[in-house]
């Protein structure tokens, strides 16, 4: 079956850096994407990676290694506004988006 | 720009009986898609429809029926509602037909309570 892992909830202090892991095991891979979701709010697109390394994007950085199913977000100098939930989700080789359960981000002064 | 709007924000409904969830874009995006968001759960494709007047049935179709008459307007029914279908529904829209670089873009939910 397709299966998307993150952990389910993470702290970080403000100011500090986070990263967020993410690994899939899908039928086939067409890239892979990172929104952020509010609470109580739809996602927002963030990221996406179809090759191997690093995309950088001010704050955040996502990463993907395809040969190790793994990609990670990284988010820098944490903000209380950045106090969300992180999706995961691969495109597998029907072009469908796979949906990892999220992972719910607690940021503390 | 609007986006995606939904409608309505929250209902509760009785089991039994029917509703339509609408969902309506102005981006002219070509593919439109219904997803169920439940607790410790990613979020789960009910129907898809990759361009007008096609559907597609998702991961989690049954229970539910979608129709695409036209671009923009995607709406959700539930012919006869169940306790299960209690969850937060989320339309969202793409620019192509599914490619991999295809980001979707969400309306704002219907959180859905059936008693």
């Known amino acids: 079956g397709q299966n998307i892992d993150q952990p389910t909830e993470m702290t970080a202090t403000e100011g500090a850096i986070v990263q967020i892991n993410c690994t899939y095991q899908?039928?086939?891979?067409?890239?892979l994407f990172w929104y952020q979701q509010h609470a109580g709010e739809a996602p927002t697109f963030l990221s996406y990676?179809?090759l191997d390394g690093l995309e950088e994007k001010g704050r955040f950085s996502s990463f993907l290694s395809r040969s190790k199913g793994y990609s990670y977000l990284l988010l820098k100098e944490l903000q209380m506004k950045d106090s969300a939930s992180y999706l995961c989700?691969?495109?597998?080789?029907?072009?469908?988006?796979?949906w990892g359960a999220g992972t719910k981000l607690i940021i503390k002064p | 720009t609007a986006g995606i709007t939904q409608a309505p924000t929250s209902q509760i409904l009785a089991a039994g009986r029917s509703m339509t969830l609408r969902c309506t874009q102005d981006?002219?995006?070509?593919?439109m898609y219904w997803y169920r968001q439940d607790l410790g759960l990613g979020l789960r494709l009910i129907h898809y429809?990759?361009?007008?007047?096609?559907?597609g049935k998702g991961e989690v179709p049954d229970g539910y029926s979608v129709s695409r008459a036209n671009t923009d307007d995607f709406p959700l029914t539930l012919a006869s509602a169940v306790p299960s279908q209690t969850s937060v529904y989320f339309c969202?829209?793409?620019?192509?037909?599914?490619?991999?670089?295809?980001?979707?873009?969400f309306g704002p939910g219907t959180r859905l309570t059936v008693l």
């Open positions: 969202a829209s793409s620019e192509a037909d599914r490619s991999s670089t295809d980001t979707q873009y």
């Open positions: 981006m002219r995006h070509n593919a």
């Open positions: 429809s990759n361009t007008a007047g096609t559907t």
């Open positions: 899908t039928s086939g891979f067409n890239g």
């Open positions: 990676n179809v």
């Open positions: 989700a691969v495109t597998d080789s029907n072009y469908q988006l796979i």
